[in-house]
């Protein structure tokens, strides 16, 4: 949309960039924007027309409908091939049209290609998930060719990262709740530790301080090989197979004994008992809503109130409640087989 503010009555008007990116403005004529943005393109409008007017006006150049063109993906994603684009996706839009990364699939050097086969840029989607920097994940042009290679050398993290997660990363062995996530994420020949954690996001920890209380092993690990990382550790090259054991924050609150829906729910905080206990159903029919007891994963445990307090790693016990028919009914079994003894 082409308007002019300014003058009697302002000028507002549809026009269409050509395939040579060319624009027809009257009074000027074709005007050549090819390969400009479209602040550069509303810059260089405005120069051409100044020259017809004999006030200041303002002239601005708002995209309506986005030329579309056709984009190209091969390699590890899960739907290679063709697709609809316009000059306002990038590098992510593609992959994501193509429903990711697959397993074993790089997120560090992805390529991107002219329609010509030349290569314009290798993208690492990893850095762009960190630094959010859209230098890091460039747009795409007509015909543009996206690769996506196999994983080379590669290091296993176990932990919970910020900026690893889902299908475009690889993922060894993901179990649900407190379980352990690892995952094989590929490094460049002398990168260290420190620069693969700055790209995957501080490690969620109790304790951060690394040095002494993450493992690492070569491969997957066993008693006799692991050992403690050490502070020259860190900034050692990264060597291929590797595995580096995070702890991990315990992000989990346990809810037990007669609920309607007894499990672990994930911790919230400022949340109480009463929350959680809202969460998981209330007691059951068999639960005592006078008695609740609140196990701390520090040790101990006491009655609780509905108001207090839960931190990660806690336990919420609901007991059964007292029933007298219970015990009413175990008594007369008692009875009966007394009766039976007696005068048998």
């Given at each position: 949309m082409?308007s002019v503010?300014g003058?009697?009555p302002?000028?507002?008007?549809s026009?269409?960039?050509?395939?040579?990116?060319r624009?027809?403005?009257p009074p000027?004529?074709?005007?050549?924007?090819a390969?400009l943005s479209l602040a550069?393109?509303?810059?260089?409008?405005a120069e051409?027309?100044?020259?017809y007017?004999?006030?200041?006006?303002t002239?601005?150049?708002?995209l309506v409908?986005?030329?579309t063109f056709r984009a190209?993906?091969?390699?590890a994603?899960?739907?290679?091939?063709a697709?609809k684009?316009?000059?306002l996706?990038?590098?992510?839009d593609?992959?994501?049209?193509a429903?990711?990364?697959?397993?074993?699939?790089?997120?560090?050097?992805?390529?991107l290609?002219?329609n010509?086969?030349?290569l314009?840029?290798?993208?690492?989607?990893?850095?762009y998930k960190s630094s959010?920097?859209l230098?890091?994940?460039?747009?795409l042009?007509?015909g543009?060719?996206?690769?996506?290679?196999?994983?080379?050398?590669?290091?296993?993290?176990?932990g919970?990262f910020?900026?690893?997660?889902?299908?475009?990363s690889v993922?060894?062995?993901?179990n649900?709740?407190?379980?352990?996530?690892?995952y094989?994420?590929e490094?460049?020949p002398?990168e260290?530790?420190?620069?693969?954690l700055?790209?995957?996001?501080v490690?969620?920890?109790?304790d951060?301080?690394?040095v002494?209380?993450?493992?690492?092993?070569?491969?997957?690990p066993?008693?006799?090989e692991v050992?403690?990382l050490t502070?020259?550790?860190?900034?050692?090259?990264?060597?291929k197979?590797?595995y580096?054991?995070?702890?991990m924050?315990?992000n989990?609150?346990?809810?037990?004994?007669?609920?309607n829906?007894?499990g672990?729910y994930?911790y919230?905080p400022?949340w109480t008992v009463?929350?959680?206990?809202?969460?998981?159903?209330?007691p059951?029919?068999?639960g005592?809503?006078?008695?609740?007891?609140?196990?701390r994963?520090t040790?101990?445990e006491?009655?609780a109130?509905l108001t207090d307090?839960?931190?990660?790693g806690?336990?919420?016990?609901?007991?059964?409640?007292f029933?007298?028919d219970?015990?009413i009914?175990?008594?007369?079994?008692v009875?009966?087989?007394?009766?039976?003894?007696?005068?048998?």
């Open positions: 082409f503010w003058v009697e302002a000028v507002s008007k026009m269409y960039v050509s395939a040579e990116g624009l027809l403005v000027e004529g074709v005007v050549d924007v390969g550069e393109a509303e810059r260089h409008v051409k027309l100044h020259k007017f004999t006030r200041d006006i002239i601005s150049l708002t409908n986005p030329r190209y993906i091969t390699g994603v899960r739907t290679p091939g697709f684009a316009t000059a996706d990038r590098v992510n593609l992959i994501r049209v429903g990711g990364i697959q397993p074993g699939g790089s997120m560090r050097r992805i390529r290609y002219d010509d086969r030349k314009l840029k290798e993208v690492d989607m990893l850095r959010g920097k230098a890091d994940n460039p747009q042009s007509d543009a060719i996206v690769e996506v290679p196999a994983v080379e050398d590669y290091v296993i993290l176990s919970r910020p900026y690893i997660y889902g299908t475009d993922r060894i062995n993901n649900i709740k407190d379980a352990e996530t690892q094989a994420v490094f460049f002398g260290t530790l420190l620069d693969l700055e790209l995957t996001g490690p969620q920890m109790d951060t301080s690394l002494g209380n993450v493992m690492v092993s070569r491969g997957v066993s008693s006799e050992e403690a502070r020259d550790m860190l900034t050692a090259p990264l060597e197979g590797q580096y054991e995070f702890p924050r315990k989990w609150v346990y809810v037990t004994g007669s609920t829906f007894a672990e994930q919230r400022g009463q929350d959680y206990l809202g969460h998981a159903g209330a059951n029919w068999l005592s809503s006078d008695k609740i007891v609140l196990r994963s040790g101990g006491y009655d109130a307090p839960v931190y990660p806690d336990m919420i016990y609901v007991p059964e409640k029933r007298p219970r015990y009914t175990i008594g007369a079994g009875l009966g087989t007394l009766i039976i003894v007696l005068f048998r």
